[in-house]
């Protein structure tokens, strides 16, 4: 029986980072890009460098907190979208609170602290939509591959979907286009602010933990009753697959900023 529940905990733990671990990772590459841009472009230009993009970055990073805080029911109880006057240099913040003994609001936390994802891609797909209305048609195309068998060919699918989406952004069309060059400030700016702070982590850690446990609990019932979930977690991989290539978008433009920013702190 102790073997039994063993191999349940340790299937539940793949399984958790099955549903979760993309976001992870995208939030992980972000923040380490975000933290070490933000290093020259502080030593170059200062406070005010900063200041560039969160006007605009920041209040969608703090959007994506609100918006999963309202689906999961916590209760807000402070927000400020963007303020550059707080003593201790937070740009923006969503207080919140919720009830510890409801499954939903814990598992509520995981998603909340991971908004800014959610918030940002949704954010750099309208921007696409809006301003690059070409591009997005032709992105349109890499949606329709395949979800079947999500376990095979991830890296495959991935690499397809980012390729596809690169293309039909740094098209040589849109190098000469007035729409795409506001689209790039934007992503930027947008992709800037969607890492990660301690907080969120620290909140998702807590929604983390709850997931697992319900997860491991789905196992439980599955392997008493001999019930099938995997159809279930194969759907989610394969959403996961999409919002990956999407996320790559701000990846990549997180990048950008990284180069520019190492380069004009070495130039000034």
Same mark, same amino acid.
């Given at each position: ?158 690499? #397809?979907?980012?390729? @596809? +989406? /690169?293309?039909? =952004?740094?098209? $040589? ?8 060059? &506001? ?43 001999? #019930?099938?979930?995997? @159809? +279930? /977690?194969?759907? =989610?991989?394969? $959403? ?8 790559? &978008? ?19």
């Amino acid at each position: 029986m102790e073997n039994t529940f063993l191999t349940v905990f340790r299937v539940s733990l793949f399984d958790t980072f099955y549903v979760t671990g993309s976001l992870i990772l995208v939030g992980m590459i972000l923040g380490l890009l975000e933290n070490r841009a933000n290093f020259y472009v502080q030593r170059a230009f200062g406070r005010k460098g900063i200041l560039v993009t969160a006007w605009i970055g920041t209040p969608i990073h703090e959007l994506g907190h609100l918006l999963m805080c309202y689906v999961f029911r916590h209760k807000i109880t402070k927000l400020k979208l963007f303020s550059h006057k707080e003593k201790d240099g937070t740009l923006g913040y969503v207080n919140h609170s919720w009830n510890p003994k409801s499954l939903y609001q814990n598992i509520g936390n995981f998603f909340i602290g991971m908004g800014p994802i959610f918030s940002g891609t949704v954010a750099l797909i309208i921007g696409m939509k809006l301003l690059l209305p070409d591009s997005f048609t032709r992105v349109a195309d890499y949606l329709t591959l395949e979800p079947a068998q999500p376990d095979q060919y991830i890296l495959t699918k991935i690499f #397809a979907l980012t390729a @596809g +989406l /690169f293309q039909s =952004i740094f098209s $040589l069309e849109n190098l000469f286009s007035l729409n795409f060059w &506001i689209y790039f400030a934007l992503a930027i700016a947008i992709s800037s602010h969607m890492a990660l702070s301690k907080e969120d982590l620290k909140g998702a850690g807590r929604g983390f933990v709850t997931i697992l446990f319900f997860i491991l609990l789905i196992n439980l019932v599955a392997l008493v009753f001999n #019930a099938d979930f995997s @159809g +279930l /977690f194969a759907e =989610i991989l394969a $959403l996961n697959v999409y919002l990956v290539a999407f996320s790559m &978008i701000s990846i990549v433009f997180s990048l950008i900023r990284l180069v520019l920013s190492a380069f004009a702190y070495h130039l000034v």
